[in-house]
């Protein structure tokens, strides 16, 4: 049995399987009539079995990989766990952008709203590691948002680094999940800010498939690659990888810092942090 999805309304006497088909809810705005929103032919929320590779070029030639999973989540229809599960995976505000009093899709949709974006209530989907035993840490969240006819509008990326600094990237891909931007946040001690990113971030299904790869001086100077195979957000699923990647998120932590201390001790230069400028409704 699949864990439920909370918070949406099924329209039709007996709604729509979201394995099989379009998922349709409807969603009112104050003081119009009620606007039917298409859900993505996705089915969440899911869970990805999936490895993380990095691979650095820049001074001194480094990679790594090591096993993760990744939850694909409707920001309107968070899985509602058993509660003997429930401290093993929590989808909170504080650890993603905006005010935590509020819901991740609330602080969302008014930093979209910032930037000129409304999506009219269309489905996001979100890809990120949920808190577990209290600690969480996602270097690359992905958000895809729909219009309520389900056309992707655009994809957010929001990044974080390990002194609890975020930022977020609007990004607008062309067909094949390809966009472009400039690097405009500090994550590495051994990464100067500048340069740009080249990202492949294609909706998931039955594959994940995320790539993000530095440019900078005309070369590539780091790619890091998220590649996974979808599994069913049952409980049994859950457990089993709780089971096979025990405290992954705690692990992920860990990882980086030792990585970070591994490339220290290779004597590669450290470049200082400059001063951080949270964006707007962004924390």
């Known amino acids: 049995m699949g864990l439920p999805r909370g918070r949406v309304r099924r329209r039709g006497a007996g709604g729509h399987d979201a394995r099989s088909r379009l998922v349709t809810t409807t969603v009112g705005r104050a003081g119009t009539d009620?606007?039917?929103?298409?859900?993505?032919?996705?089915?969440?929320?899911?869970?990805?079995?999936?490895?993380?590779?990095?691979?650095?070029?820049?001074?001194?030639?480094?990679?790594?990989?090591?096993?993760?999973?990744?939850?694909?989540?409707?920001?309107?229809?968070?899985?509602?766990?058993?509660?003997?599960?429930?401290?093993?995976?929590?989808?909170?505000a504080r650890d993603h952008l905006g005010d935590p009093q509020r819901s991740i899709r609330q602080n969302l949709d008014a930093w979209l709203a910032r930037q000129g974006v409304d999506l009219r209530g269309g489905q996001v989907l979100m890809l990120a590691n949920a808190?577990?035993?209290?600690?969480?840490?996602?270097p690359?969240?992905?958000?895809?948002?729909?219009?309520?006819?389900?056309?992707?509008?655009c994809v957010v990326a929001e990044v974080h680094n390990t002194y609890g600094e975020r930022h977020c990237y609007l990004l607008h891909p062309d067909a094949a999940g390809r966009a472009s931007t400039a690097k405009d946040f500090y994550v590495s001690p051994f990464l100067s800010v500048d340069g740009h990113y080249a990202m492949h971030l294609p909706v998931p299904g039955e594959r994940l498939t995320v790539s993000v790869s530095l440019r900078q001086q005309g070369s590539t100077a780091l790619t890091a690659t998220v590649v996974g195979a979808r599994r069913a957000a049952t409980?049994?699923?859950?457990?089993?990888?709780?089971?096979?990647?025990?405290?992954?998120?705690?692990?992920?932590?860990?990882?980086?810092?030792?990585?970070?201390?591994?490339?220290?001790?290779?004597?590669l230069p450290v470049v200082p942090r400059p001063s951080h400028h949270p964006q707007e409704g962004v924390q």
């Open 34 to 92: 009620p606007a039917p929103v298409v859900r993505a032919p996705v089915a969440v929320p899911a869970l990805y079995d999936a490895e993380v590779r990095h691979v650095r070029r820049q001074r001194l030639e480094r990679s790594f990989r090591h096993g993760v999973y990744l939850w694909l989540v409707d920001l309107d229809a968070l899985p509602a766990l058993p509660r003997w599960l429930r401290p093993f995976a929590r989808f909170e």
């Open 131 to 138: 808190r577990l035993l209290g600690h969480v840490f996602n």
């Open 140 to 153: 690359i969240t992905v958000y895809w948002c729909h219009r309520p006819d389900g056309v992707l509008d």
């Open 235 to 267: 409980a049994a699923s859950l457990v089993r990888m709780l089971l096979r990647r025990p405290l992954v998120t705690h692990r992920t932590t860990a990882l980086i810092r030792r990585h970070g201390i591994a490339l220290w001790l290779r004597r």
